[in-house]
């Protein structure tokens, strides 16, 4: 599990806890050696932990000034090539490595208002870096989001590598059933090993709950602790598949619940609980991709709010041209500007004289006005093919999951042209969402 490791001095017990509470606050998983810890077991331990960090936080004081090991933890980061956030606590003079490695970049303090505030924004930008979140999504239905989210991104596990979390968000959860079997994923859903345990507290966070799956008119706001990732997801590479780590939360069709909802408070703090257990869930995985269905409701604001960047499907015609208008209409409209996320458009299912027409003129920007925005500078470069290979279909009885991609299927005519579609397109996602270091 990925964490931001905090440095600091042995006199720095009180700002070394109000950082910590402000990060674990905001979802932000972070690791710090107790005060005094010096044993060659403890440096053991804090140099694996710096190892496995997304970023380092130092608290800048006379304290850690004077830390030999401080130095030292600051050192191995700079050898690692770790991004650096100095916060300073107090306003002792720089020396040392913190004179010569901090001055430049020291611009956050406690003393400033609004400091610790801005210290979580820069590690919570620092953590999605590390993990971005995408959601498939377009407000017209049938144009293949379940197609792109278990194709295109099963094809990015194989071939970047990283370990990838799918997320079922649309009540007809046909992500999930693209991998299992009905009756498998209603059994799942039925333990509450399934997204509603991301809204709200259920029988995965304490036997006892009564799940909220079975209580249509209530929402439950009672707070409740991170899962262990374990107990939630379904490793869609285990046993005999080609290795990986491709994983999935199911859906279910009781997350529709929340359509009905009038209760605002209580969807709001649901809301902040699905997006404090997405950015909890950054730390153990590289990459997440949420599965969305194609209306605009409250699951629709809730990945929008969790998104780095939409990926939009669309069919080479004028029906979803519309819902992509759609689309970018409530990014803009319901979207707040500091978490809206990027919009790019992926052609799927072209067909060679669909090529030549509608899509060459969407690229050239005819399409432009009737979409309500620059069209031809979100869309992809790279275009999914119409063919049966990506049809989606049910796994038969006692199949593997991971033999429903079809990066691992055997033979077959046209396959190859498929496969190399699908990395193209996964290859340029990827360098729209990790951006090279500056």
Not at 164 to 192: C, G, H, K, W
Request: glycine share 6%.
């Amino acid at each position: 599990m990925s964490h931001a490791f905090l440095v600091h001095g042995p006199k720095d017990v009180d700002s070394l806890l109000a950082v910590h509470e402000a990060l674990r606050t905001a979802g932000i998983p972070d690791w710090y050696d107790p005060p005094g810890a010096d044993t060659d077991e403890s440096k053991a331990t804090i140099a694996a932990a710096i190892d496995k960090a997304f970023c380092m936080i130092v608290l800048v004081s006379a304290s850690s000034i004077r830390s030999r090991e401080a130095q030292a933890q600051i050192e191995r980061a700079i050898d690692r090539g770790l991004t650096i956030i100095p916060f300073r606590v107090d306003n002792a003079r720089l020396s040392g490595i913190f004179k010569k490695e901090l001055a430049s970049t020291l611009r956050l303090a406690m003393m400033d208002e609004g400091g610790l505030e801005k210290l979580v924004a820069a590690a919570r930008a620092r953590y999605r870096r590390k993990c971005p979140v995408i959601s498939v999504m377009n407000l017209k239905g049938g144009v293949g989001k379940t197609t792109i989210t278990s194709q295109v991104f099963g094809v990015w596990q194989m071939a970047i590598g990283g370990r990838v979390l799918l997320i079922d968000l649309d009540p007809q959860y046909n992500l999930t059933q693209t991998f299992f079997d009905m009756e498998t994923a209603d059994q799942s859903a039925a333990r509450d090993k399934s997204v509603i345990s991301l809204f709200e507290k259920s029988r995965l966070h304490a036997p006892d709950t009564p799940s909220p799956a079975d209580r249509w008119s209530e929402l439950t706001t009672e707070p409740f602790s991170p899962p262990d990732p374990a107990a939630i997801v379904h490793p869609l590479m285990a046993g005999d598949g080609p290795g990986g780590v491709l994983d999935l939360i199911s859906g279910q069709f009781e997350i529709s619940k929340y359509a009905f909802a009038t209760d605002a408070a209580a969807l709001a703090s649901i809301r902040n609980n699905f997006l404090r257990m997405v950015d909890h869930l950054r730390s153990t995985y590289d990459l997440i991709v949420l599965d969305t269905n194609p209306n605009a409701t409250f699951l629709t604001k809730c990945a929008l709010e969790a998104t780095d960047r939409v990926i939009a499907p669309m069919h080479p015609d004028m029906y979803s041209l519309r819902g992509v208008r759609l689309l970018n209409h409530v990014l803009q409209a319901q979207i707040a500007e500091d978490v809206r996320p990027e919009l790019s458009v992926m052609f799927n299912r072209v067909s060679r004289n669909e090529q030549s027409a509608f899509e060459a003129d969407a690229r050239n920007g005819a399409h432009d006005q009737r979409a309500g925005f620059n069209l031809s500078e979100s869309l992809l470069q790279n275009a999914i093919p119409k063919s049966g290979h990506l049809d989606v279909r049910s796994p038969q009885e006692g199949e593997a999951p991971w033999k429903s991609l079809v990066i691992h299927k055997g033979r077959g005519g046209g396959l190859k042209a498929v496969r190399e579609a699908l990395k193209a397109s996964a290859t340029e996602i990827h360098t729209l969402v990790t951006p090279a270091e500056t």
